[in-house]
């Protein structure tokens, strides 16, 4: 029977193996593992290439984009004198500049005697256009120059993992820029894997404006191929790669260029994979005990890495690891589920995703112990859930109850909802310093998949060990942004806002939600052009009720639809009012992040669209960053929906997320709100200054509109007219008001205008 049963063991493993080496089963299992296999080989390159950098030095000193091209004239004559063996450029020269510039460039390529290397690239031909066009340098920069292409694809996963050894560009096959470097020859359009086990930091690099300007060691290039591209931020050209995180391209050229100065690598067959996992199987399925039978495959799981990390290093040869750890796992596992009774009646009391106790266990055990009750909320879960799958997930909910063991009564931490841990605080301390030292640990980022991650946290304390009080407390604390809230102090406060929810409903059709309007300025016309919706509510006890009180609870509560809705109306009815009064103003109105995936919803903004008195072109539907950010694709299809309607999209406190440029170009923006904080300051700051005029200028090259919010003095407004921004908002230039109030601003604004035509 034992033989029948590791036979059967044997065969599952061997056809998890087959399944394994299908693409969309072992590929992110073997992704998911390079982190690990490059780690463990870092080492330092071969000081055989260096890189010329575009750095932000070098973008701050010139100040110009496009750079002039008598700049790089000048380090190609400097590189040449230093002794450089090659030079090669990640620079596009396929575009005429000032002709005096490229004539000096075309001069310096001369000089150089075929020193020079210049890239070739395809690119898109347009959007929804899969036709690819080639990029070739100018035909005088070829005249004197050796070329070389630079196009490399990333992965599914959006990561670079291999370059080519050579492509076609304008029906000619040409060497890749790391394969002409290397002197290694290959097929067009055949890959090698990139050896990210070489650390990027140590590959020697030299300033653009440095080297142009003589100010280097002549040392440091003798001799060596140099690569010359950008490095700053600003310039883009950045991919993200296994390990070593988000790099220029420049830099992985000069890896893929070391990779193969020691060899062109190669990827080795599953099947031997496959093969000796299936060998190192059969010992353990062969052990009479569950705890030998783990050694065994724990040792099997050390000597297949080590045999597929030698044959990395030293054969250039890259097996699929993680194939082989994934049947040597299985058969583990499959061997071990003569205990799966056991398991599953532990499992009754633990949380399956992470293996902590759960809430029935707290119920069983926790009862009549004394103790302080902690909940322990994480409030960015859902982002940790978008960037990683359940399992890394789950790893970074372990890795944080660990830390929070260590301030236990008992060294137990229940996993008491998905986004909450509970635990028993000592009473023998201070509530206080014990805070205090979690604070100190849960301020430590987490390693969830080989990365560093923040896991933000809020927590509610309940003395009298009410587990459910602290839960709720530990909810307000993350409402309210701060690390933790007694719950005594927090009851009344939660009481009121459950009552409050309940009143809504009867609050808008009782007509107590109002609409007030807060003016946008024109600064180029210095007039009111458009106005942003703000919801009030008028409680008939309370008088007005703060927004940033009932607006997150109905987001909770699955009220904001019903409420986006009613404003929606009204902001159209309103709209319809005064462009009757000969007021061309656009409105603008938030649209919650929840909404932007509720077919209901979208359905009911179609109707009032169709039946309103205005056209869509007068509305302005406001997104945050945050919101567009946290589901790009459903976001983007969601925007791109209203703004073929004719409804503008602007996004919102832009510059507080994680937006990229790729982002601003997908998503069908027509505007970008810079958020307060970077606008308040920004006539009397450096650093706000600057970065409100690159956003600024950015958008323009977009094609975007830009509103500056938090406009409070005049020396902020005449700021922001200096460095041409379209649009002010703040209680300096109106604060908020009713519609009457509006429509009475925008007639003495027309009066004041037509007065001061007279008296000119």
Same mark, same amino acid.
């Given at each position: *029977? ?107 390529? #001369? ?282 997930? =789950? ?29 028993? *605080? ?166 919650? =992040? #929840?909404?932007?995936?509720?077919? =209901? ?25 945050? =919101?567009? *950010? ?131």
């Amino acid at each position: *029977m034992r033989l029948t049963s590791n036979a059967l063991i044997l065969l599952a493993a061997a056809l998890v193996g087959m399944a394994g080496m299908l693409p969309d089963i072992g590929g992110p299992i073997m992704r998911a593992l390079e982190p690990l296999r490059f780690a463990v080989q870092s080492h330092a390159a071969s000081q055989q290439v260096a890189i010329v950098e575009m750095d932000a030095r070098s973008v701050a000193e010139i100040r110009r984009w496009p750079w002039p091209r008598r700049h790089y004239a000048a380090v190609v004559d400097q590189l040449r004198a230093a002794g450089a063996a090659t030079i090669v450029f990640d620079v596009d020269f396929s575009s005429a500049s000032e002709p005096d510039d490229d004539r000096a460039f075309a001069a310096a390529l #001369k000089r150089a005697e075929g020193l020079v290397t210049l890239p070739t690239f395809g690119q898109q031909a347009g959007a929804g256009d899969r036709r690819t066009l080639d990029a070739l340098p100018l035909g005088a920069f070829r005249a004197h120059a050796a070329l070389a292409s630079v196009s490399f694809s990333p992965d599914v996963d959006g990561l670079v993992r291999s370059l080519p050894l050579a492509t076609i560009t304008a029906g000619t096959p040409r060497p890749s820029l790391s394969a002409y470097i290397a002197a290694r020859a290959g097929e067009a359009d055949a890959e090698y894997p990139v050896d990210f086990s070489i650390n990027p930091a140590t590959i020697p690099r030299l300033s653009f404006v440095a080297v142009e300007r003589g100010a280097f060691d002549p040392a440091m290039v003798r001799g060596r191929n140099i690569l010359i591209g950008a490095t700053a931020i600003e310039m883009g050209d950045r991919y993200p790669a296994p390990l070593r995180g988000v790099l220029p391209g420049v830099t992985i050229q000069a890896l893929g260029a070391e990779t193969l100065l020691r060899g062109v690598p190669a990827r080795g067959t599953p099947l031997a994979t496959v093969a000796l996992a299936l060998l190192l199987c059969i010992p353990g399925v062969r052990a009479r005990r569950r705890d030998v039978s783990a050694c065994i495959f724990a040792a099997g799981l050390i000597t297949l890495a080590v045999v597929v990390l030698a044959a990395q290093r030293w054969l250039a040869i890259h097996f699929p690891l993680g194939l082989g750890w994934l049947m040597l796992s299985t058969a583990g596992g499959l061997f071990a589920a003569r205990d799966i009774f056991r398991r599953f009646r532990k499992g009754r009391l633990h949380d399956e995703a992470t293996g902590l106790p759960n809430q029935r266990a707290m119920a069983s055990e926790g009862g009549g112990r004394g103790g302080v009750a902690c909940v322990v909320q994480l409030t960015n879960l859902e982002e940790l859930s978008a960037v990683f799958d359940a399992a890394q997930v =789950a790893q970074g909910i372990v890795r944080t109850a660990e830390r929070l063991r260590l301030c236990s009564a008992y060294d137990i931490v229940y996993r008491v909802r998905s986004h909450q841990l509970a635990l028993l *605080m000592p009473t023998r301390e201070i509530v206080e310093d014990v805070l205090a030292t979690l604070r100190t640990l849960l301020l430590q980022p987490v390693e969830i998949a080989g990365r560093k991650v923040d896991v933000a946290v809020a927590l509610g304390v309940a003395e009298d060990g009410d587990m459910a009080a602290a839960a709720l407390a530990a909810g307000e604390a993350a409402s309210a942004g701060v690390f933790w809230r007694r719950a005594a102090l927090n009851r009344q406060r939660v009481e009121n806002a459950v009552s409050l929810m309940g009143e809504l409903d009867a609050a808008i059709a009782a007509g107590h939600i109002e609409v007030h309007y807060q003016p946008k300025l024109a600064l180029a016309t210095d007039r009111i052009a458009s106005v942003e919706a703000l919801v009030r509510w008028r409680h008939p006890d309370h008088g007005f009720v703060s927004p940033g009180a009932f607006i997150p609870l109905a987001e909770q509560t699955d009220r904001i639809g019903p409420l986006t809705l009613h404003v929606l109306a009204q902001v159209i009815a309103d709209a319809a009012q005064w462009r009757a009064c000969g007021h061309e103003v656009t409105a603008a109105v938030n649209i919650s =992040a #929840k909404l932007l995936d509720s077919p =209901a919803f979208i359905a009911a903004v179609d109707k009032l669209l169709d039946s309103a008195p205005i056209a869509p072109d007068g509305l302005i539907f406001e997104v945050t960053e945050s =919101a567009a *950010m946290s589901d790009p694709a459903t976001a983007t299809a969601t925007l791109r929906h209203f703004r073929n309607r004719g409804v503008a999209i602007s996004m919102d406190d832009y510059g507080t997320g994680q937006s990229t440029l790729s982002y601003l170009r997908e998503l069908p923006l027509s505007e970008l709100k810079i958020d307060r904080s970077f606008v308040q300051y920004a006539h009397e700051r450096e650093s706000d200054a600057k970065l409100v005029c690159s956003t600024i200028e950015l958008a323009h090259a977009l094609g975007l509109k830009v509103v500056a919010e938090g406009i409070e003095d005049a020396e902020n407004l005449a700021f922001l007219r200096s460095v041409s921004c379209d649009y002010a908002q703040g209680y300096f230039i109106d604060r908020p008001m009713p519609f009457d109030a509006l429509v009475r601003r925008l007639n003495d604004r027309i009066e004041s205008g037509r007065l001061a035509v007279q008296l000119g």
